[in-house]
């Protein structure tokens, strides 16, 4: 499982309020990342990081916001959870290599339903 | 928009046949391409990676990449009714270390 944690597993919140999902390395992996999965739709990028504090948007980042200021913790944060924001979020770890993108791994998700 | 394109299935194979699962990409930058499983309710496990062209074996499973067409594809040999899962193919888009997923083809293996 690549030492990725995620938490919490699941979390059932009300809309409007503020939700941070947590992502935990063990092997002090440069560049983390933070994946929202909805049916239809695949695997799409929120933010990701490639090191301590420096982070960037993916595809879908509106609402979002992620701080790194740990080599081993990746927070993504929705500032105020909305109910299409119901969905799984997985947290990803890789390290990079000189054809651009090297393997991915991925922690076991959080589903998150906002109501 | 740079793309990843997966029929999503479902694609229902008896078990012990070939399964062939396809994946088509627009960015001609892209030059790693992964393909990963994902059990129901499971998160995406790796199964291979592919930079050339040409075939790349592992086990029974075989990726090939055809990069003039555009084309990355994963062939199951000896299916077997484990192989039931969502498999996600993904190409890294260029020189960014970011990877673009498609949305998974289903893989239905009948025993």
């Known amino acids: 499982d690549a030492g990725i944690t995620q938490s919490p597993r699941h979390k059932v919140t009300e809309t409007g309020t503020p939700v941070t999902l947590r992502c935990h390395q063990t092997e002090n992996h440069r560049y983390m990342y933070w994946y929202r999965q909805d049916p239809g739709h695949g695997l799409r990028l929120i933010h990701y990081?490639?090191?301590?504090?420096?982070?960037d948007k993916g595809e879908v980042s509106d609402g979002y916001s992620v701080s790194r200021s740990k080599t081993e913790d990746f927070l993504l944060t929705l500032e105020s959870a909305t109910s299409s924001q119901t969905s799984v979020y997985f947290c990803a770890i890789s390290e990079a290599s000189a054809l651009g993108a090297d393997t991915q791994y991925f922690g076991p998700g959080t589903r998150l339903t906002v109501l | 928009q740079k793309e990843v394109e997966q029929n999503s299935g479902p694609l229902s194979v008896p078990e012990g046949a070939i399964a062939s699962l396809n994946c088509t990409y627009s960015d001609r930058g892209s030059q790693s391409f992964f393909w990963y499983r994902q059990y129901s309710g499971k998160s995406p496990e790796l199964i291979m990676f592919?930079?050339?062209?040409g075939d790349k074996e592992d086990g029974r499973f075989t990726a090939q990449l055809n990069k003039a067409s555009q084309y990355v594809s994963l062939l199951i040999r000896d299916s077997q009714p484990s192989d039931s899962a969502t498999y996600l193919c993904?190409?890294?888009?260029?020189?960014?270390?970011?990877?673009?997923f498609g949305t998974g083809t289903l893989l239905a293996v009948q025993p």
């Open positions: 993904a190409g890294n888009g260029g020189a960014t270390n970011k990877l673009i």
């Open positions: 592919i930079y050339s062209n």
């Open positions: 990081s490639y090191g301590v504090k420096d982070t």
